[in-house]
């Protein structure tokens, strides 16, 4: 497993009930446990895993007053992925209008191809030419 952070968050991110749980924390700030699990059909145990899951990766504090602990959205990790991704964007842009370019391109010369040289109807007129009559 991973131990880059980086690493870490993006692996959070792929679950889709973590990134809904981080968007209802996005959105409505504090929530405990049982406010988090209500939209999911899943036991309070399973999105406590996600919960644990999401705390590893920094994406979510969870305050410690006695028996309520709220989670809160924690956006520093995001925003470390979020410059990544934006300091990669540019390469793949690049490459991928090098591609559709490079597509345009095999699709032009598909439609409008170059005509060929007919060396064989070059060499038999010749011959003929030369022949006699």
Not at 76 to 84: G, Q, S
Not at 97 to 107: A, S
Request: hydrophobic share 35%; glycine share 4%.
């Amino acid at each position: 497993m991973a131990s880059d952070p980086l690493s870490i968050t993006f692996a959070a991110l792929a679950d889709p009930t973590r990134r809904a749980i981080l968007a209802r924390l996005a959105t409505d700030g504090e929530a405990t446990v049982n406010e988090l699990a209500e939209p999911f059909a899943m036991s309070l145990q399973a999105v406590s895993k996600h919960l644990k899951v999401l705390e590893g990766a920094g994406l979510i504090l969870r305050g410690s007053n006695a028996q309520y602990r709220p989670c809160r959205l924690d956006p520093e990790p995001l925003d470390n992925a979020v410059e990544w991704i934006e300091r990669h964007r540019q390469v793949w842009k690049h490459r991928f209008d090098r591609l559709g370019d490079h597509l345009r391109l095999i699709q032009q010369q598909q439609q409008n191809p170059a005509p060929a040289a007919d060396t064989k109807t070059n060499s038999t007129t010749k011959t003929n030419q030369e022949k006699p009559t």
